[in-house]
């Protein structure tokens, strides 16, 4: 499976703000015949435990010439991993990472915003020049 460009800056951003990463890919087996690679999993740790809240972070670069192309891809993508994430790792949640660019410029419009709502999309809003998480969107 081929790594997103901007793969290394979101993992180093996470592990700035703490987050474990335990997944590189998180591999899931579904069914006989499904298997899905979602580009990082990840757990925060809570004081010295290591228990914690799980995460699932699908990153998207959206470089291509088509924003919207992109997001029609990367919503499947994120929904089709969300069904396996809840039979699987119930416990897990899943974000969509994208880049600071793409929030500002495409993710404003009313389509990607009706998308976030209706499906309640949990978005991570990062900076790959500087590899830092500016935003988390619940």
Do not use: C
Not at 3 to 9: L, Q
Not at 111 to 121: D, M, S
Request: proline fraction near 4%; avoid cysteine.
């Amino acid at each position: 499976m081929a790594r997103d460009k901007f793969h290394n800056a979101v993992r180093r951003g996470l592990e700035k703000q703490a987050w474990e990463i335990t997944h590189d890919p998180l591999r899931l087996e579904f069914g006989a015949d499904d298997r899905l690679e979602i580009d990082l999993g990840a757990q925060q740790l809570l004081g010295a435990q290591r228990t914690g809240e799980k995460i699932a972070v699908e990153i998207k670069s959206f470089l291509n010439d088509s924003a919207m192309l992109d997001f029609h891809l990367a919503l499947g993508q994120f929904l089709n991993y969300r069904l396996v994430l809840e039979r699987l790792e119930p416990d897990r949640i899943l974000y969509l990472a994208i880049p600071v660019t793409a929030y500002k410029s495409f993710f404003g419009r009313d389509l990607p915003q009706l998308a976030i709502e209706t499906y309640r999309l949990k978005l991570i809003v990062y900076e790959p020049k500087d590899e830092v998480i500016l935003q988390w969107i619940d």
